[in-house]
């Protein structure tokens, strides 16, 4: 089990440009997310999925889009980048079959990616 | 809205000594709390996870303790050695949600 791994690792982008993080998981999770880690701020979740095919907004969703088109992949994508968007991205995934049940929720994270824009 | 708060930002303390972090929280309307552990330019490694109808859950050297009506988690490390210096995350899931709302962190140095 690879857990949950994130593509690519580093990036630097220049204002304007585009580009798609990904995230993928092999452990049939159902709920995944993605979330920005910046210094003073702790991590904000900016947009999650409860289910393949389904999307929701989190905490900081301007400026980024997602896309959840197979379960074990969760896209994160940024049509026009701006230099506040120069963070750490995190992804995560999480299994909410237990929820209820006294079984433990926990949230599995990415490794991150380090997005630069200039 | 909920908000977590951790304190202190940063800790050193010589190898040996017990230590604990703390966490507070503005709505005691939790699902559960989870701890994490950062290393340096790494991801989240989960540590502890406490459900709201727990009061504690322990790991090894860790110990993490959660009283939800007064809004407080503490997480407990005893004996601690240079390699758990790390940042340590505390986060709350609000009831009826997946998402995780997380505090800032305490940035741990143990000194050998």
């Known amino acids: 089990n690879a857990g949950v791994t994130q593509t690519p690792k580093f990036r630097v982008l220049k204002t304007g440009q585009s580009m798609t993080l990904l995230c993928a998981q092999d452990?049939?999770?159902?709920?995944m997310y993605w979330y920005r880690q910046d210094p003073g701020m702790g991590l904000r979740l900016i947009h999650y999925s409860v289910g393949e095919g389904t999307t929701a907004k989190g905490e900081v969703p301007d400026g980024y889009n997602v896309s959840r088109l197979k379960k074990q992949n969760f896209l994160l994508g940024l049509e026009s980048a701006a230099p506040s968007q120069t963070s750490v991205y995190f992804c995560a995934s999480s299994d909410p079959s237990r929820l209820g049940t006294g079984g433990l929720d926990e949230q599995f994270f990415g490794p991150g990616t380090r997005l630069t824009v200039l | 809205k909920q908000e977590v708060t951790q304190i202190p930002a940063a800790l050193s303390v010589p190898e040996g000594e017990n230590l604990v972090l703390n966490c507070s929280f503005t709505?005691?309307?939790?699902?559960?709390l989870q701890w994490f552990r950062q290393d340096p330019g790494k991801g989240l490694t989960s540590l502890l996870l406490i459900q709201s109808s727990q009061r504690e859950q322990t790991s090894g050297r860790l110990n993490a303790s959660l009283d939800k009506s007064s809004g407080r988690s503490t997480l407990y490390i005893a004996a601690s050695q240079p390699g758990d210096s790390a940042t340590y995350l505390c986060?709350?899931?609000?009831?009826?949600?997946?998402?995780?709302?997380f505090g800032q962190g305490t940035t741990l140095q143990v000194k050998p």
């Open positions: 709505d005691s309307a939790i699902y559960n």
């Open positions: 452990m049939n999770h159902e709920y």
């Open positions: 986060a709350v899931r609000p009831s009826n949600t997946g998402k995780l709302i």
